[in-house]
């Protein structure tokens, strides 16, 4: 069995940065895909992004070139790295874990594939 638990959430200026972290207990990252989920008030829960077991990073469009995926094996952890936060990015914000091995990396997008998640931290970015 693998917890999960997500830290980093607060409160924000817009262009602001947060670094959210979901440490992992129970079975070493290594052999997971982490991924990155919100849900903002009213929405569903969407993909933010994901970081393969190589290494590889995928990102929602609306993120690109502001978040980072990355993890470290040896803390057992991984990190999303906001940068440039926008009122839109208010959202509750959920890790996840998987060890299928997908066909195709929209596989990832989608939360019922997950068997792992985090209890969620509340990202809120003020204008």
């Known amino acids: 069995q693998v917890q999960l638990v997500e830290s980093g959430g607060g409160l924000v200026q817009a262009g602001g940065s947060l670094r959210l972290s979901c440490a992992a207990s129970g079975r070493t990252l290594e052999s997971f895909i982490m991924t990155w989920f919100r849900q903002r008030p009213g929405k569903e829960r969407e993909f933010v992004g994901t970081?393969?077991?190589?290494?590889?990073?995928y990102y929602t469009d609306s993120v690109k070139g502001r978040f980072t995926i990355s993890r470290d094996n040896a803390e057992n952890t991984a990190y999303l790295r906001m940068n440039s936060l926008k009122p839109e990015d208010t959202a509750v914000y959920y890790c996840?874990?998987?060890?299928?091995?997908?066909?195709?990396?929209?596989?990832?997008?989608?939360?019922?594939?997950?068997?792992?998640w985090g209890q969620g931290t509340q990202v809120t970015v003020s204008s």
């Open positions: 970081i393969i077991r190589n290494g590889d990073t």
């Open positions: 996840a874990a998987t060890t299928s091995i997908a066909v195709n990396i929209p596989y990832y997008y989608t939360p019922s594939n997950y068997e792992y």
